[in-house]
Each structure stands twice: as C-alpha cells, then as structure tokens.
C-alpha cells in the first residue's frame, strides 16, 4: 500500500523498537540512508538497530555510526521492520531475523510495487537520502554534521557526484544544506574514491583487455579467471572505457566462477536493459547487466553477438 510521506513520519512515530535495513551488495545510498534514518529515530527516542545482511565496503566506513551496523544472527524482538532504498526482497537474512512484523519501506525505485506493506515511494528522488532529508524536516528534527555526511554520501553517489540525469534542483539543494551542516565534498570524494593498488593496476591489465567493434560503437573490456583473480573490485572500470569517441554500448564481462560469467552494460541510446532481459536480467535503459550460464569464450562471443544485433 502506498502512502504519503506525512503517513510515514506518523507511522515512524508510532513505533518504538525498530530494525532499519537495506539493499545486499550495498551502495552508498542504502548505507547513507539507512543511518541517517537510525539518528532521526534516535533523536526521538526510538531503539534503533541497523542491519545489512553482506559486508560494508571499505571505503563506506567513513559515515558516521557505520561501525554500528550489525549483521543478522538470532532472531529479535520488534515492533517493526524499515526497509529503505529496495523492495523487501533484496534484504537477505533480515527478515527472517525480525519475523512476522509490519513492514515500513522507503524507496526511489520506481519498480517498487509496495505490496504488503506501507511504502512511501518518490522515483523523482535522486536518491532514497533525499526523502531522508525530507523525513527530518517534516518531524522537525535538528540536523546534525554526522547526519549531514550520511545523506551527503547517499545522494553523491546515486547521481554519480550530480553528473547522472537524476540530479534535479531540488538534489543540488539539499547538497547544499549538508555542506552548511559541515560536510567538506572534496574530503567524501578522497575517500570514496580510494582504491587499493592492486585494483588500479588490475584497471591497467583489464585497460589491455579492450575490444572496439561494430564500427567503433562497441567497446568491451573481458576480463577471464586469472585477471579478476586478483581484483578486489571491478567498480568504476566500465566508466573508464564509455568515454571513448564514438562509442555507444560500453560492455564489461567478466568472469565470476567456472561457467558463470557476469555482464555490466552502459549506453548512450541503446537500450541495454533489453539486452540484459534477453538473458534474464535488468536495470535501466542506460545502464544494465546480466549473468551468463557459460564458459568465458562463450559467454563472450553470445554477448558481443547481442549488442551486434542490437545496434543493428
Ligand atoms: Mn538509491
């Protein structure tokens, strides 16, 4: 069931001992949005407990209150679940471990049905932080530095620091109360942006790797078993090879274990979310992916086949 954002301030009130949690594989958003609301509910009172069933990447550590986030484990006692930046399917363990309780869910995902559930959902938000925002203002809350980063953090990198086609007005507003709150954007941006060694010099080896075909409006990079098995991290590496003149569907495949084979794909006006169904995954028109169930050189041949066929 949908509901106004006045509904949901009024139902947070309601509550007393709540488990707030977000997306696995999470994102600056989910995390930033997530601690932003725990300290909303702090500061009137609330019990609070953040959970994210997966491990929270290193260089997200720098929001405030992080190190507080708990994994699932045994089973507790709440009056309620707040789910934000997903649906309640991509929370993990979570629910098993609060049980049977009314859910409260947050979104900017205009996928979101709401079913089951009271969820406030604004696909024009740049990101899930922005309605956190907007939660504090209307429960009057006195915002805070620690608060400010958070949120700061959540709407930076769902607009891809306020370059994505997202960013409105109305996000660089906010941006701007959190730098008069405290927050300094060239410190978030040092740290986020923090890669260990290893990963820059595996965006070298995986730069070697690049294919430019179908005229030069495709570019691949392929990186196979012995490349990713020292990569902590393949995130960013697409944006490096997107850029190139000409190029309109920039694709990363990469390999994940023996036959499977992950691919990300971005574009300037093919619809890559079409490509990524043809193969049971999703995303946006400009921005998708999708896993193949086969061997490497397959899986490369199948995918640089596809995006032939779609640029066709
Ligand atoms: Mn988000």
Request: hydrophobic share 45%.
């Amino acid at each position: 069931m949908k509901i106004t954002l006045e509904e949901m301030c009024d139902e947070l009130q309601k509550v007393n001992r709540v488990v707030v949690a977000g997306h696995v594989i999470p994102d600056g958003d989910a995390i930033g949005s997530a601690l932003a609301l725990a300290m909303i509910l702090k500061s009137i009172g609330k019990d609070v407990r953040v959970m994210f069933d997966d491990n929270i990447p290193r260089n997200f550590m720098m929001m405030p209150t992080c190190e507080k986030i708990e994994r699932p484990s045994e089973k507790i006692d709440v009056d309620a679940l707040v789910i934000v930046d997903t649906a309640p399917d991509r929370i993990g363990k979570v629910l098993e471990c609060v049980g049977d309780v009314p859910i409260l869910n947050i979104d900017h995902h205009v996928s979101n049905s709401g079913e089951n559930r009271k969820l406030f959902c604004d696909p024009h938000a740049a990101a899930t932080a922005e309605i956190i925002f907007e939660i504090a203002i209307e429960l009057g809350i006195k915002l805070t530095k620690d608060f400010a980063v958070c949120v700061y953090v959540g709407i930076a990198t769902d607009t891809g620091f306020f370059q994505f086609s997202n960013t409105t007005a109305e996000t660089l507003l906010i941006a701007s109360d959190m730098l008069a709150l405290g927050v300094k954007p060239n410190l978030v941006v040092e740290v986020l942006e923090q890669r260990p060694i290893e990963v820059v010099k595996g965006l070298g080896q995986s730069l070697n790797t690049l294919e430019v075909w179908h005229d030069g409006k495709a570019a691949g990079m392929f990186l196979d078993e012995d490349l990713v098995a020292n990569l902590e991290t393949t995130e960013g590496f697409i944006d490096e090879i997107r850029v190139i003149e000409g190029v309109d569907v920039s694709l990363l495949l990469k390999f994940m274990a023996k036959n499977v084979c992950r691919v990300s794909m971005r574009s300037k006006t093919v619809d890559v979310s079409k490509i990524a169904m043809q193969f049971g995954g999703g995303g946006h028109l400009r921005a998708a992916g999708c896993t193949l169930k086969m061997p490497f050189e397959d899986a490369k041949r199948t995918i640089m086949q596809a995006i032939d066929d779609a640029l066709n």
